[in-house]
C-alpha cells in the first residue's frame, strides 16, 4: 500500500532507490543465475514479479466504501506520533505497534496517554455531539483505523463512546444530553457500561443488581445483594472510569418492573473511589490488557432520581412508574437497540483485521521460498505451492466479499437510517455478519499464522498477537452462538407470519422465497459455476430448503408436545444450518449488488473471480449441500476442483488484492516486506 | 479429580465439609424453593447431581498408561513449591499458574528458577543416562506433568534433553556420550539446537551455514556466511546456553557433504558470549516467553575435529570424508530419525492441555446456568443444552480416543522400540499424530475458550492462554501440513511397493487393505452405527478408497508429462484427506485393541459410547464421506441424529470422564469449582 498512503515525494524516491536495487537480484533470479551464483537468499520484493492488472485504489474505495481521506489522516496521525512506538525497522521502514511485551498495568497506563493524544487532536470531535450521518460515518471510520493500530484502545475508546456515550444518548432524554454528552466527548468525565455481572452475561434479563426507589428522598438506591451480581467485565472501572450506567433489577413498591439503566458516579475527579462503591480489578486477560476490566460492587448507593435514563421508561416523584411501551418484552427489546453500534463496529473491525492478516501472510508467501519441485532446481515461493494457495486465496476471497457486508457501507447505513419498524432486520442482519465476521476472522488468523510458520508467533509480526487481542470478539456484546440462535428464531417467525397470513416474505432478502424453487442443472461446467445466477441460484436454494427443514423440525417436536422454546433449542443442528446459509446468502447478495457497478474491465474481472471463490469455497468447505442434495457427488467433485482452479487464476492478483485493502505498510510487519534486513545483524538496535 | 490427587485425609475433611454445606443448597434447588426464595446465585459442586457410574481411577489407568504414581509425585513437588506459584483462592482450594503477567525476561528467569528446583529434587535423574525403557517412560511421564503447569518449562526442558541431549546421545559417539551425557544431564553445561535459519525452516537441506575442514589444524571453521544463514529461534540461545549443536553444510575439499551436526561452545561458565559468535533475541512472542529463542551468527568460528558429532559418518584427520551409509538422501533420514522423540512428546502433550481444557470447560458447564426453558423457571446448566452438549462432548470423546494413541503407550512404545527397520513406520504415525493431536488441541482449547464466555479469557482460567502458549505445535519440529503431505507420500510409496511386487500390505495397519472391500448396509440403524465392526468398516473402506483415489490422481499427472513431485503437490486435495483417514482409522484400532482389554461393565459401556462418538463426529464433521459416496444421504442423517443421541447418552458420564484425566484440582483453575467464591470480595487478597 505504499503507493497510496506513503506519497510524499521523498518515500517514493527512498522507495525507488530500494526497488532499483533488487531489480538486479531479480534479473539474475529469472535466468536463474543468482541461485547458482550464491548460496544466499535474497529479499526479492513481490512488486517485481507481480504486476498490477487494475489499480487498487479503484478497488479499496468499494472495500472502505467512506472517508478514505479520513481514514488516511487518522493512520499518518498515529504513524507520527512517538506514543504510537514507530521503530525505524531499517531504512525507510517505520512500523507502529504497541509493546505487549508489558504488564497490564502498563499497556493500561499507555492506552490512556494515547487516548489523551487522540482528544487533543481532535480525533473525537463531534463523535457524541454531532449526529448526522456523515459525523456517525467519519466515526466508524476513525475508529476502525485506530482498532487496527491496537484493539485496547479501540475497546476502551468503545466503552467510553458507543457503551457509555449511547447508553446516555438512546436511554436518556434532554437532561442527560444537557449534562453528560459533551462533557464525554471532552472527557471531563469517564464513562463505563455496567451490563454484565459475574452470574449473568447473555442472559441480561437476570442480572440481579437491584434499585430500590425511595420517594420520600427522591432517590434511587443501588444494591449488589449477592456475590454472583457484583459487576463484572466493566471496562474501565479498575482504574480510569468516573461514571457507569448500571443495568439493575427496577424495584417499585415491592414489584419488579424489569432491567433498567441507572447513571452512578464510582469516582470522583482525581480518581478516588467513592463511598459504598468497592472495585477490584478482573485480572490479566489473554488480550485486550490495555483495557482496565473491573468488578463493581453497590452497596446500597443513593442517587437522585434523575440518574434513571428515562426514554423509555420513568418513575415519577411520588414514586409512579410510567412507560410508553406496555409489554415488559417489548420495553427489553427497544432498551438494547441502540447498543447494535457496539455490534456494527465489531463486525468491521473483524473484517479489517483479517485484512491485516491477510495482507502479511500474502506478502510473506510472495517473498518467502521453501523446498525445491526439480532436484537442485531454485526453491519455490510458498505461495507458488497449489496447497498453499488453498490456504491463503479462498480466505483472500472471503475476506473481500464479506468486507461489503460487514465493513463498508451495508451494515453502517442500515444502523444509521434505523426506524422502530427496521430494529428487527437490523437485529438480525448484525447479528448474523457479527457472527459470522468474528468466527471468520479467527479461521483466518490461525491459518495466516500457520502459513508464516513460526514468524507468525512474533508479536511483531502482529497476526499471532491478534488472534489473543480479537478472540473475545467471538463472545462479547453476543455471544456468537446465541446470535445465531436468534437468526434462526427471526427467520422462523417470519415463516410462521408468512403461512399463517398467506402473504409474501418482504425484507431481509427473504423474497427469493415467493417464487418457485430454483433449478440446478443437472451437470455443471466451469462456466456455470461462476455464473451469478447459478450461485444465487444455490445459496437460495439451500436457504430456502433449510428454512423447510427447520420449521418442520420444530413444528414436529412441538406436535410431540415440546414447548416452542424446547422444540427450538432440540432443532439446533438445522437453526446453525439456516443461520449460516442466510449470512452467506445476504453476503453474496450485497456483493453483487456492488459488483454490478463495477465498470472498468480488468478490475470487473477480479471482482467476478473472487465472488465465484467466495461461493465454490462457502460450498465446498462445508457437507451441507451434499447432506441435503443440493449438489450431487459429481458436482461436489465439480466444484471441488474448480476451487483450485480459481486459486491458480487469482494468484496473479493476490499481490494487487492485498494491496487495495489499504492498510499502510506501517500497520503491517517486518515479515511482510524485506524480512531478511529485517533481522539483519546490522538492524539489531532497531528491533 | 480430588478424590485421586488430594487423598490426604485432610484435604478429604475439609472437602467433605465444604459439600455438605452445599446439600442444603442442591436439595433446596432440586425442588426449585431456592430459587423462588432468593435472587441470588449459589454454586453447587456438580458432584452432587453427576455420581460416577464407574471409577474414575480404571480409566485414568488406561489413558496415563504407565508411571501414576511418578506423575502424583511430580504434580505434587510442584504444587508444594513456593515457584510454582500457588495461591490460596479459598479455603482448601489453591492453584499452582505461572505469572503470565510477567515480561518476556522474568518468565524467562523464572524458568530458570523452577529448572534449578527441579534438578535439586532429582527429577532430571536418569533422563540422559539411564537407556532402559523404564527410564524413558518415566522421563515422558514427568515431562508431560511439567508441561501441564506451563509449556515455556517443558520446551526450556525439551531442548536441553530431548533436542541437545539426544542430538549427543545419538548422533554423537562413546566419545562425546563420556565427555557430555552427565554434564547435561546435572546441568554444567546448558545445550541449545541450532537448527533452524532465518532462511530455511522445514527444508533443513538447505541450511546455508558452512563448516569447512581444515586439516592443517584438524579444526572445523563454522560460518555464517550470510543474514539468511543466521540460525534462528534457537531455545536457550539468547540467555542460558553455554553449547550449542550446530547443523551446517560440511565442505571438504570444495565438495559439500551434506547437513552434518557440530557442537559449538557459544557462552563460557559465566555466562559471557564466546569470540566470533554473536548472538540476538528472537523477541516477544504470542506464548513461550519463558523461553529464550535466539538468533546466532558464527563468525569462522574454529572447533576441534572431535565436535562432529560422528555416529553416521566422520571426517578423518587427514581431512578424508568416511560415512557408512553411501546415499546422501538415507544419511539425512538416519541423522533425523532419533529426534522423534521430541514429536511422541508433543503428541502427547497435546492431549494433556486438551484434557485440561475440556476439564475447567466441562466442570463449569456443569456448575454455570443461563436462561430459562420456562417462562420464569429455574436457569438451566449450560451441559443441559443440546447445543452446548454437541460442542463439548464429541470434544471429550476424541480426546479420549486419540489420548490412546498419542499419550498412553502406543507411540512412546514404538519409539522406544525403534529400529532401523521400524524407523520408516515410526515416522509416518509420528507425523500422522502429531499433526492430528496439535491441530484437534488448538480447535479443542477454541471451543472450550468459547464455552466458558469471557471468562475463558482470563489467565487464571487456563484455556485462554494455553492457546498462545501451544499454538507453536502445529508449526514446529515439523509443519503440521508439510508432515501430513510426508504421510501421504509414504502411504502412496507402500501402494506402488505393493503393486509393483505382487505383494500384500504389511504393517502401517494397512492389512485391511489386502482383503475385499467392506461393505456398508444399505439402511443404517443406531446400532449398526454404534457397532465396533462397522466403524472399522466405513474408516477402513474411506482409506481404502481415497488411496485408490489419490494414487490414480498421482499417476495421471505423471502420465500427463508431470513429475512425480509436481503430481504430488497437485495432488493436495486428495492427499489431505488421505492422511486424515489414515490417521483417524489408526486411532479407532489402537483404541479397539485398548477396550478389549476392559471388562468391567459400566466402564466397558462409557468407553462404547466414547468410541461411537469419535467414530460419528469423525464421519459428521467432514464432508469426504458423502462426496465420495461411502454414505448415502440418508444414511448421513442418520449419522447426524445419532452424534445428538450420543450427547444424550454420554451426558451423564461427563463429569466422571473428566475426572479421569488425572489432572490435579490445582492444575486446573477457578472456573472449574466454586467460581462465586473465588471472585467474592473476601476471597480478593488471594488473586
Not at 618 to 628: N, Q, W
Request: proline share 4%; aromatic share 10%.
Amino acid at each position: 500500500m505504499a503507493s497510496l498512503y506513503n506519497s510524499g515525494a521523498d518515500r517514493a524516491a527512498r522507495r525507488a532507490a530500494v526497488l532499483a536495487n533488487h531489480l538486479v537480484q531479480a534479473d539474475q533470479l529469472a535466468t536463474g543465475s543468482l541461485l547458482l551464483a550464491s548460496n544466499c537468499l535474497h529479499y526479492n520484493p513481490p512488486e517485481l514479479t507481480n504486476p498490477a492488472s487494475f489499480n487498487p485504489i479503484h478497488l479499496r474505495q468499494i472495500l472502505d466504501g467512506h472517508h478514505l481521506e479520513a481514514r488516511d489522516w487518522m493512520f499518518k496521525l498515529m504513524e507520527e506520533s512517538p506514543l504510537f512506538c514507530p521503530k525505524c525497522r531499517w531504512e525507510g521502514k517505520v512500523f507502529v505497534a504497541p509493546d505487549y511485551n508489558a504488564t497490564k498495568e502498563q499497556q493500561r497506563e499507555m492506552t490512556m496517554r494515547r487516548i489523551e493524544f487522540l482528544l487533543n487532536n481532535g480525533v473525537f470531535e463531534g463523535w457524541l455531539t454531532d449526529s448526522s450521518a456523515e459525523a456517525t460515518m467519519r466515526k466508524f471510520a476513525l475508529k476502525e483505523c485506530i482498532g487496527i493500530f491496537d484493539h485496547s484502545l479501540g475497546t476502551k475508546l468503545a466503552v467510553h463512546f458507543i457503551l457509555w456515550g449511547s447508553a446516555i444518548k438512546f436511554f436518556g432524554t434532554k437532561i442527560h444530553h444537557d449534562k453528560w454528552l459533551r462533557d464525554t466527548e471532552k472527557y471531563k468525565v469517564l464513562g463505563s457500561f455496567s451490563m454484565t455481572e459475574l452470574g449473568h452475561g447473555s442472559n441480561v434479563r437476570g442480572v440481579e443488581t437491584i434499585a430500590t426507589y425511595d420517594s420520600n428522598k427522591r432517590e434511587f438506591i443501588i444494591n449488589t445483594p449477592c456475590e454472583s451480581a457484583q459487576k463484572y467485565w466493566i471496562g474501565g472501572a479498575a482504574n480510569h472510569a468516573t461514571h457507569t450506567v448500571v443495568f439493575s433489577q427496577l424495584h417499585i413498591n415491592g414489584k419488579n418492573e424489569g432491567v433498567h439503566a441507572f447513571i452512578v458516579q464510582i469516582r470522583d475527579s482525581i480518581g478516588n473511589i467513592c463511598p459504598n462503591i468497592r472495585i477490584a480489578d478482573c485480572g490479566h486477560k489473554i488480550g485486550l490488557n490495555g483495557v482496565d476490566n473491573g468488578r463493581i460492587w453497590f452497596d446500597n448507593v443513593r442517587i437522585p432520581r434523575e440518574n434513571l435514563l428515562n426514554s423509555v421508561a420513568d418513575v415519577l416523584p411520588d414514586g409512579q412508574y410510567v412507560s410508553s411501551i406496555k409489554d415488559p418484552d417489548q420495553r427489553f427489546a427497544a432498551f438494547l437497540s441502540p447498543l447494535t453500534a457496539g455490534r456494527v463496529n465489531i463486525t468491521a473491525m473483524a473484517v479489517y483485521i483479517s485484512k491485516v492478516a491477510l495482507a502479511i501472510a500474502t506478502r510473506y508467501a510472495l517473498s518467502r521460498r521453501a523446498f525445491s519441485v526439480i532436484p537442485n532446481g531454485p526453491e519455490v515461493l510458498l505461495l507458488d505451492y497449489h496447497s498453499h494457495q488453498h490456504r491463503l486465496i479462498p480466505l483472500l476471497a472471503k475476506v473481500y466479499i464479506c468486507a461489503l457486508s460487514c465493513a463498508s457501507n451495508f451494515l453502517k447505513t442500515l444502523y444509521i437510517q434505523r426506524t422502530p419498524e427496521s430494529s428487527k432486520a437490523l437485529h438480525v442482519y448484525s447479528s448474523a455478519l457479527k457472527a459470522t465476521a468474528t468466527w471468520q476472522n479467527m479461521i483466518t488468523l490461525q491459518e495466516c499464522r500457520e502459513a508464516c510458520g513460526g514468524q507468525g508467533l512474533k508479536t511483531e509480526n502482529r497476526i499471532g498477537i491478534l488472534k489473543g487481542e480479537f478472540d473475545v470478539q467471538s463472545t462479547f456484546e453476543g455471544d456468537n452462538n446465541i446470535l445465531m440462535q436468534q437468526v434462526s428464531k427471526a427467520l422462523l417467525a417470519e415463516y410462521v407470519a408468512v403461512q399463517i397470513k398467506q402473504k409474501h416474505f418482504k425484507g431481509l432478502g427473504l423474497e427469493h422465497m415467493n417464487g418457485p424453487a430454483p433449478v440446478i442443472p443437472p451437470v455443471l461446467t466451469s462456466s456455470i459455476l461462476r455464473n451469478a445466477k447459478f450461485q444465487t441460484d444455490i445459496f437460495s436454494l439451500r436457504e430456502r430448503d433449510l428454512f423447510q427443514r427447520f420449521s418442520e423440525e420444530v413444528f414436529r417436536y412441538q406436535a410431540q408436545g415440546e414447548s416452542k422454546e424446547k422444540a427450538l433449542l432440540l432443532s439446533y443442528q438445522l437453526a446453525e444450518e439456516l443461520a449460516r446459509a442466510f449470512a452467506e446468502r445476504t453476503t453474496l447478495q450485497i456483493f453483487l449488488e456492488a459488483e454490478t457497478s463495477v465498470l472498468q474491465a480488468p478490475l470487473k474481472e477480479v471482482l467476478g473471480l473472487l465472488r465465484s471463490m467466495y461461493a465454490m469455497t462457502c460450498i465446498d468447505e462445508v457437507a451441507s449441500f451434499l447432506r441435503y442434495g443440493y449438489l450431487s457427488v459429481d458436482n461436489a467433485a465439480v466444484v471441488r476442483k474448480e476451487v483450485m482452479a480459481l486459486c491458480t487464476d487469482l494468484r496473479p492478483h493476490a499481490l494487487t488484492i492485498v494491496s487495495s485493502f489499504g492498510i499502510p505498510d506501517s500497520f503491517l510487519s517486518p515479515i511482510a516486506f524485506d524480512w531478511i534486513e529485517a533481522n539483519s545483524w546490522s538492524n539489531l538496535s532497531s528491533e
